[in-house]
């Protein structure tokens, strides 16, 4: 009953928002099946909406009153909507309290299907996770390990068949996957592959990240052998991407507040075949930017805690669904939206004062701030406020920010200004198939350069499209030295 009970106290701690599924999972040093719990609770979020229905139809926790909702619905979950069943022994207290009302119980889930019109269990699942379960795989290519034509012919020896990017990549079959056409380093599959034991998974060749969360490396636009910081790094995803960028070469400072995180991020660091980075247990914040040891950073790089509204495919999103509060009224909406006003209040402070810090440094000449929210407050709102309380920056222009990449932020949001809204960049789970991101970058105004003057197409992210044959050594070295990209996008 203890796997139940944490995972009824997950639920918990996400509806108070407290962290997202994956972190609160990985975080939480009693759950031994990592792997189980999570898809215990993203399972029973799926049917979240449905299972306060049954809760609240049935009474059941105001008859057992021993049993917290959080409790009953992970419990209610296995029971009406797993082949197993709650497993656990039948004499455990918690869930006599449940079998008691198994007949209550599928009596109100056949009324809602009825009442819905549907016929299976899946029906009933929202739009909202349909979406999210589309979202294609995507997988980066470790540069330090491998390339990207290594690991296209490795995918094509397995019997994948590489193909042209879609129109809409929601077409792509299971046995098809393409290059991404605005991440040099990105694979996108069919969203159902599982690469968990891949061998070019297992052995780091390949990186599951989402496209959104590998923009703010490529935007950084760190050369070769130069300094930078990782300001909130763990769990090391975009640590090592920017490692991978950087060739290994120079130095990179990563910070992160937790231990338990900041080992994580050491593993898959060095899983990844990471050399140059140098883990820091302790808050950015604290640290002093004139220390003679940061003396020549000049790339920051900065993914501050957020609410991570973006995060669909993690079904975090779903904590919030509407229709899935207790006691339903308009008295509990007003105070949900006062308590989440002030926890975006709070997080943009905090987002401020990171960026803010991290302007404090020397030489600072180039700093990527992104999240992955949808919120303005913590995307539009925390740009405007640091361009009117930072005079010495301003936004890079547009041409270095993703240029091949068209959503922008929202110029409403900006006073209608459309120059600045271009510098951003937004994406849209729905309309992009990727997490909600937002990307920024703040430039010292005496350092600005024309965009691309010093960095090729493919440095910036432009992705090198392919045929179904990879190009040859001598197309792709004569293409590298006319900083052309193979074909146009």
Known sequence: M???????????????????????????????????????????????????????????????????????????????????????????PLKQCVIRHQTRLKSELTKIKVKRGVSSNEDLVSQKVKDAILIPRYARVNEHKTTVEKAVESFQKEGYLLVEYPEDLRNLKTNEFCLDRHLRDMLVFHPRTDFHAHALYLSGDIILQDKASCFPAHVCQVPEGAHAIDACAAPGNKTSHLSALMRNTGKIWAFDLDSRRLNLLKRLTNKAGCKNI????????????NDAKFAQVEYLMLDPSCSGSGII???????????STENDSSNSNNSNDQTRQERLKNLSDFQISIIEHAMKFPN?????????????????????????????????PYDSILPTWSRRGLVEEFGGNQDLAKRVVRTSPAEDLTNGFFVSCFVRKSDNITAGSKRSAEEQGTAIQYSKKTPTKKKRRQAKESKVPLTKL
Not at 8 to 31: C, M, Q, Y
Not at 278 to 289: C, E, Q, V, W, Y
Not at 378 to 394: A, D, G, Q, R
């Open 2 to 92: 203890n796997f139940y009970q944490h995972a009824g106290r997950i639920l918990d701690k996400l509806s108070r928002h407290e962290g997202t599924i994956k972190g609160l999972v990985i975080g939480d040093p009693k759950v031994k099946d990592k792997k189980k719990m999570y898809a215990l609770v993203c399972e029973t979020l799926k049917y979240k909406q449905v299972l306060n229905e049954i809760i609240d139809a049935s009474k059941i926790c105001v008859i057992e009153k021993k049993l917290k909702r959080s409790l009953a619905m992970v419990l209610i979950h296995d029971l009406l909507f797993t082949k197993r069943g709650i497993t656990v022994r039948n004499d455990v």
């Open 278 to 289: 140098m883990p820091i247990h302790g808050s950015f914040l604290d640290t002093d930017p």
């Open 313 to 323: 495919s993690r079904l975090d999103h779903l904590v919030d669904d509407e229709g």
């Open 364 to 396: 600072a000449k180039r700093i990527v701030y992104s999240t992955c929210s949808i919120h303005t407050e913590e995307n539009e709102h925390v740009v405007n406020t640091i361009l009117k309380n930072n005079p010495n920056f301003e936004l890079a």
